[in-house]
């Protein structure tokens, strides 16, 4: 039992695309008066990939600041999405050639769709109280795709998130969690597809449903939630036994106000987000509730216990430099990206035609017979 309360997250990472477009120009071209999007939902910008981006590069770009040097270490590999690029391969095994994990890492990818990750990391902690001298890297990786002139246009967005999970984790230990599952037809997306269909007012009101299903009875100061779209964190307090102050929301949706829905990643986003705004003075050894919700439908309810030493866990200035040093592109640049990435998930050929970003550490060379081909620079 002592081993199961000291499993946890030892480092966390975000990496976001490097463009970003501004949901004013999105509201001019729509014709849409723009507080419907920054007021009404609570978004502000919206990430897009680039052509030489893809869920495995953002990925590797989120695990490898934290990971170097502990190659070795990692016994599991579990790749979380519902923007997967394959259906027999999993995305893992990319991203294992690419970050140089040791061979014997077992890599499996992880559906459902934006609690996988949650699930995932329920699974690495099971996994390093089975081996407690090994870790596990939890990797989320989405690109929201819905699609022009729909009404889920607006919430979407791209980046990805990776947690390293270990015994004694600097960062936070993470309980059991309490799930709650039911068959709900809310959001799904057919094979055949290309975008989600979604039921938006049932997907809020199932959210709201299952959070009162395993909402906790004692009060958190500080909670963090799925984000699909930045006021639905206001939408989640609202049904919480003790409800959240506007100033903790502010702190958990901050991030997500500026990046869109990433899908899986959503919920650590979040929890990013509460660490580097809320003074560190009211975080130090705090517990703080998380509530993950996967359409179809999947919830949980967990903790976090933060550790004395949790702001080595995560790098706060380099963040808030990233988000930064965004470039702001125009209406037609977004157009033009996702019809571009929109061809590209559909072909068995494709070389892009543009520069990677200075930045960029890993990149897609190409896409030959089906096969993606990386580069890291």
């Known amino acids: 039992m002592e081993k199961t309360r000291n499993i946890?997250?030892?480092?966390?990472?975000?990496?976001?695309?490097?463009?970003?477009?501004?949901?004013e120009d999105l509201a001019t071209v729509r014709n849409t008066d723009v507080n419907k999007f920054k007021i009404g939902i609570g978004q502000e910008k919206m990430a897009i990939i680039s052509p030489n981006e893809d869920i495995v590069t953002m990925a590797a770009e989120a695990a490898f600041p934290i990971l170097q040097g502990q190659e070795n270490d990692i016994g599991l590999l579990l790749f979380a999405t519902e923007s997967g690029i394959d259906y027999s391969k999993a995305a893992g095994i990319y991203l294992h050639t690419l970050l140089g994990l040791n061979s014997h890492c077992r890599v499996l990818e992880v559906k459902q769709a934006c609690y996988a990750a949650t699930g995932a990391l329920q699974l690495a902690k099971d996994y390093v109280l089975a081996n407690p001298h090994k870790k596990a890297l939890v990797v989320s990786s989405d690109v929201a795709w819905y699609g022009f002139e729909t009404p889920g246009e607006v919430t979407q967005g791209a980046g990805a998130i990776a947690m390293i999970v270990s015994q004694n984790p600097t960062l936070g230990i993470v309980s059991e969690g309490v799930p709650i599952v039911q068959n709900i037809e809310d959001f799904y997306r057919p094979s055949f597809h290309e975008v989600p269909i979604v039921d938006g007012k049932l997907s809020i009101r199932s959210y709201r449903d299952l959070l009162k299903a395993v909402r906790p009875e004692k009060a958190f100061e500080f909670m963090c939630f799925h984000m699909p779209f930045a006021v639905m964190s206001d939408k989640a307090s609202e049904v919480l036994t003790h409800p959240l102050s506007s100033e903790v929301l502010a702190y958990a949706k901050a991030f997500n106000k500026e990046i869109g829905n990433i899908y899986n990643g959503s919920l650590f986003l979040s929890l990013l987000s509460l660490l580097s705004y809320a003074p560190p003075s009211r975080l130090n050894q705090q517990t703080i509730g998380m509530f993950s919700y996967g359409s179809g439908a999947i919830g949980e309810?967990?903790?976090?216990?933060?550790?004395?030493?949790?702001?080595?866990?995560?790098?706060?200035?380099?963040?808030?430099?990233?988000?930064?040093?965004r470039k702001r592109i125009d209406f037609q640049t977004y157009h033009q990206m996702m019809e571009i990435y929109r061809h590209r998930e559909s072909s068995l050929e494709f070389t892009p035609d543009f520069s990677a970003d200075n930045q960029q550490i890993f990149v897609l060379e190409s896409i030959h017979q089906g096969h993606r081909l990386y580069k890291k620079r």
């Open 301 to 325: 309810f967990f903790t976090i216990t933060l550790q004395p030493n949790y702001q080595k866990g995560f790098d706060q200035n380099k963040l808030l430099k990233d988000f930064a040093q």
């Open 8 to 23: 946890g997250i030892d480092r966390i990472h975000f990496y976001a695309p490097k463009m970003y477009l501004d949901l």
